[in-house]
């Protein structure tokens, strides 16, 4: 029996001594594949990433992709949505793209000085809708005088310097 005890002490020394390196090692393995898989998420130089097909709803109502190594969203389009916008600027009011191009005629009395007729502005425009129906349209607006584009009422009310307001009812 002495002999049995003494065997069983042994085997339960080195049943520990085995418990705790097989606890080493896994935790070893553990630590190096953690190790691995963070670093692996910066790519290789030269490596192709393949992004998935996400994509982002932007606030004038288009999408934009995933691109780039780390496969980002793309930037979404610059466009403003105050009703304001300088030649070549372009805003979105009302489900309306507004981009003025060029001004056309600016008959318009200086200030300071007594006119007979007061003149005019007109201002070559593209307006796009949002519903996607139609193409751009490049189209001369009047200062002071609406017109109905896709159901909407759009009007140049303001123009100061090269800056130009707008309304879309």
Same mark, same amino acid.
């Given at each position: 029996m002495k002999v049995f005890s003494k065997y069983l002490k042994c085997?339960?020394?080195?049943?520990?001594?085995?418990?705790?390196?097989?606890?080493?090692?896994?935790?070893?393995?553990?630590?190096? &594949?953690?190790?691995?898989?963070?670093?692996?998420?910066?790519?290789?130089? &030269?490596?192709?990433v393949a992004c998935t097909m996400e994509a982002k709803l932007c606030p004038d109502g288009s999408y934009v992709g995933r691109s &780039?190594?780390?496969?980002?969203?793309a930037e979404c389009p610059g466009v403003a949505t105050s009703n304001t916008a300088k030649i070549g600027g372009k805003i979105l009011l009302n489900g309306v793209y507004i981009t003025p191009k060029e001004v056309v005629e600016d008959s318009r009395c200086s200030p300071n000085v007594v006119c007979i007729w007061a003149g005019q502005l007109?201002?070559?425009?593209?307006?796009?809708?949002?519903?996607?129906?139609?193409?751009?349209?490049?189209?001369i607006l009047t200062l002071g005088k609406s017109l109905t584009f896709e159901g909407k009422t759009v009007e140049l009310?303001?123009?100061? &310097?090269?800056?130009?307001?707008?309304?879309?009812?």
């Open positions: 085997y339960n020394k080195d049943m520990k001594s085995i418990s705790i390196k097989l606890f080493v090692i896994l935790v070893l393995v553990l630590l190096a &594949g953690t190790l691995f898989l963070s670093t692996r998420k910066q790519p290789i130089p &030269g490596e192709q &780039g190594p780390r496969c980002e969203f007109r201002l070559l425009t593209t307006l796009k809708s949002t519903s996607g129906t139609s193409n751009d349209q490049d189209i009310t303001n123009a100061v &310097g090269t800056t130009f307001t707008f309304q879309v009812k």
